[in-house]
């Protein structure tokens, strides 16, 4: 016989930081309203549980934004198109769409109003700038003359697109036939690169 005690599902996680962060993400993704309270029962733990990691709401999403550049930059650096620096920022406009389309909510946050504040949030300001070094270097290795207008351009080329492609607009482009956004990504950081 069971008692009514050992058919809890247990109260302890191993990670509660790891595991409020997932439930955010999940929120967001189905576009719920977040709240810490709601992050909470998500996650399967009591009400009070998130204050043991975040102050209050607007710490917990720079927390799940500072994941969220930490595995761009993860991405980004991965991402092997090739041989040469040409080929690594190509690779990395690629990567930097691609993550953009699978978690479009994710995206969203990192560049909402909090980026803003990111000075007030260590983590979110050292992911956030690290996302954007990766790019950097690449660009500066490529082009050491222009590398920094080189990743400017880059990066607003690949953001451009990403948000293009999330909110649908790609699709709508009159009298163009648009590829998928990965591969557009590829073909115009190609072009931007030949112009530089």
């Known amino acids: 016989m069971t008692s009514p005690q050992a058919s809890r599902a247990p109260y302890h996680?191993?990670?509660?930081?790891?595991?409020?962060?997932?439930?955010?993400?999940?929120?967001?993704?189905?576009?719920?309203?977040?709240?810490?309270?709601?992050?909470?029962?998500?996650?399967?733990?009591?009400?009070?549980?998130?204050?043991?990691?975040?102050?209050?709401?607007?710490?917990?999403?720079?927390?799940?934004?500072?994941?969220?550049?930490?595995?761009?930059?993860?991405?980004?650096?991965?991402a092997q198109a090739g041989q040469?620096?040409?080929?690594?920022?190509?690779?990395?406009?690629?990567?930097?769409?691609?993550?953009?389309?699978?978690?479009?909510?994710?995206?969203?946050?990192?560049?909402?109003?909090?980026?803003?504040?990111?000075a007030e949030h260590p983590e979110l300001q050292a992911a956030a700038d690290e996302a954007f070094h990766v790019l950097l270097r690449a660009a500066r290795a490529h082009a050491p003359e222009g590398g920094d207008e080189l990743a400017l351009a880059g990066w607003s080329l690949a953001h451009g697109l990403a948000s293009l492609a999330i909110d649908g607009a790609l699709a709508t482009a009159p009298g163009v036939v648009v590829p998928p956004a990965q591969h557009l990504a590829s073909v115009l950081a190609a072009r931007l690169l030949a112009l530089g």
């Open 84 to 118: 040469g620096t040409a080929a690594a920022l190509v690779g990395h406009c690629t990567a930097y769409v691609a993550f953009a389309l699978a978690r479009p909510a994710v995206f969203r946050l990192m560049f909402s109003p909090l980026l803003q504040h990111k």
């Open 13 to 78: 996680h191993g990670d509660l930081r790891a595991a409020l962060l997932a439930a955010a993400e999940a929120l967001l993704a189905a576009g719920a309203t977040l709240s810490l309270r709601a992050v909470a029962k998500a996650a399967g733990v009591s009400h009070a549980a998130p204050y043991h990691h975040f102050a209050n709401l607007d710490a917990l999403l720079a927390a799940v934004s500072a994941r969220g550049f930490g595995d761009l930059a993860a991405a980004m650096r991965g």
